[in-house]
């Protein structure tokens, strides 16, 4: 009997036959049933307070069957409320009940009293079912506890419960915050090999944990699955896919999800579909293709925020086009946007790449911007200030921006000083740096090597710690300290995505015109490494009054 008028028909007909409470319940709890097969709690709740106001009392049974009807329709409260009323009828919940309430506090946010109940279930063996395992993982991936969403993951399979799509797409977007792409991958597997197809939210959540982690070819697997299965993307989908590929990279790429967001009938490019394509540009150095990016934002009917005129400043900056930066920068102005720190930022580091004599353009523009960050900028440039007066302003300003670009503003500010040649500021900037603990690390001694490491500088920043490094080894000679066998540099991996050559290859340039004995090591990448021998003979070759007074 499936249809609820039906069963209620029936139900009236038999309570009227039967008078024996222990026999009219066994008639509602039919009944409760069927309105549990049909997903109906509303008629399962009315008949519950029809079975009350008869004067039956409930039976386990009862509860179970109404509980497990309201987590179904998804409504964990009414199951909670449900739940704690089986004490004023004596009824005491069974193992069955107990683990779908597992479930019911976990949905009703009820998180400590779900997860104690869980810790019962497993010293007890209750029976759980997928559903509630995939609240127990959304828990445990709400709170940030990605191991324990494995842990709940492994327990599952351990216990026989088959994971069903909603398990796996639970595990998929926590491993996707978690920044785990490559558990997501794994769980992507054995959801395949298990014979399960993906399901629109599958492939949204194995995108995100792919884009989120840059895991670009991954990604675009994924995405071109989509494609042929007919699958849609939107809007927020396909913004993440072009913000990965702006971060690593992938212009070819871009364009081509670009042109299929155009062609989608469901959603159309937003400020933030056309900032990532600019961005992406920008760092590129292809100046034309931005600017036409930004003339579609225009058409489109959107204006340029702050991260878009940081990013094509960035872009006029590679291309040497001040007047451009200087427009881009009055733009700013004129849309009444407050510069910040990384607007700031990206203004002093196109100043270390434009000829010196276009830098006044940008230190007016500057000093409209950060007062603080003007003024060190004025004082760098300036020949005639007196002694300790620039390291005390620079002070001032790293102590009013954000942590997060104070690093990016000491590097800029010392590729300036090497740009312009002024190496008594650089090693004062540097030293600051040191002192505020913006730089770290960057000399390390053991009895058998020193060290030094300049993974995380700038090239001025670098040839600036290098020269320090030579000073204190001369000095450290002068003392009578006595070198290890082996003395390396450390500039890193590779190069830099958007860049054209790496710091290794820019420092291996300079030590060469330095006639210095280091030598790239083919065993690892990115040291240059020399010998006690060949580095005391060096330095002691090389003495120079404008070094040692460095």
């Not at 006639?515 to 690892?524: A, G, L, W």
Request: proline residues 3%; hydrophobic residues 40%.
């Amino acid at each position: 009997m499936e249809n609820p008028e039906t069963a209620l028909l029936a139900l009236k007909f038999f309570l009227n036959k039967l008078k024996k409470p222990t026999k009219q319940v066994i008639l509602y709890n039919v009944t409760m049933k069927v309105f549990r097969k049909c997903r109906n709690f509303d008629k399962a709740e009315i008949l519950f307070e029809e079975m009350i106001r008869a004067g039956v009392k409930p039976d386990n049974i009862t509860f179970t069957t109404i509980i497990s009807c309201a987590r179904m329709c998804n409504l964990p409260n009414k199951a909670v409320e449900l739940f704690e009323k089986m004490k004023d009828f004596e009824c005491k919940p069974d193992d069955v009940t107990y683990s779908a309430m597992i479930d019911a506090y976990g949905r009703a946010g009820n998180v400590d009293l779900a997860l104690s109940l869980y810790d019962r279930a497993r010293t007890e063996k209750w029976r759980i079912d997928a559903v509630t395992f995939a609240t127990l993982i959304k828990i445990y991936g709400k709170s940030g506890n990605f191991d324990g969403v494995l842990n709940v993951y492994e327990e599952m399979k351990a216990l026989g419960v088959k994971p069903n799509l909603v398990v796996y797409n639970t595990l998929l977007d926590a491993m996707g915050r978690a920044k785990r792409p490559w558990q997501a991958k794994s769980i992507y597997k054995d959801m395949i090999n298990n014979g399960l197809e993906p399901s629109s939210s599958t492939y949204a959540a194995i995108l995100r944990a792919y884009c989120r982690s840059r895991y670009g070819e991954d990604a675009l697997i994924i995405y071109r699955e989509m494609k042929a299965k007919g699958v849609g993307l939107n809007v927020i989908l396909y913004n993440s896919m072009l913000a990965m590929c702006a971060d690593i990279g992938y212009i070819d790429q871009s364009v081509e999800i670009y042109d299929d967001m155009k062609r989608s009938k469901d959603c159309k490019p937003d400020s933030w579909t056309y900032s990532s394509l600019i961005t992406m540009y920008s760092c590129s150095g292809k100046v034309m293709e931005a600017e036409n990016v930004l003339n579609e934002m225009l058409e489109a009917g959107f204006e340029p925020n702050i991260f878009v005129l940081t990013s094509l400043i960035q872009c006029y900056g590679k291309a040497n086009r001040t007047d451009d930066v200087v427009k881009s920068f009055n733009r700013l102005q004129e849309l009444g946007i407050t510069p910040d720190d990384r607007f700031c930022g990206c203004l002093l580091n196109v100043m270390t790449q434009i000829p010196k004599e276009e830098l006044g353009k940008l230190v007016e523009c500057i000093q409209q911007a950060n007062t603080k960050l003007g003024y060190v900028v004025t004082l760098l440039m300036e020949k005639d200030i007196a002694d300790g007066v620039f390291k005390e302003k620079a002070n001032e300003l790293f102590g009013t921006i954000s942590k997060e670009v104070r690093k990016a503003y000491c590097n800029c500010l010392i590729d300036l000083c090497v740009n312009l040649n002024l190496l008594d500021k650089a090693c004062e900037l540097l030293d600051l740096g040191l002192t505020l603990g913006i730089y770290t690390d960057i000399q390390s001694k053991s009895p058998n090597q020193w060290s030094l490491q300049l993974k995380s500088l700038s090239l001025g920043a670098a040839i600036t710690a290098l020269h320090v490094w030579m000073n204190d080894l001369s000095k450290a000679l002068e003392n009578g300290e006595e070198l290890p066998p082996l003395l390396g540099i450390n500039t890193g991996h590779g190069k830099h995505k958007y860049s054209e050559k790496g710091l290794a290859s820019v420092l291996e340039s300079h030590l060469k015109e330095m006639n210095s004995p280091f030598h790239d090591d083919p065993d690892k990448v990115g040291w240059f490494l020399t010998t006690k021998v060949a580095a005391k003979s060096w330095l002691e070759s090389r003495k120079s009054p404008e070094l040692v007074a460095a």
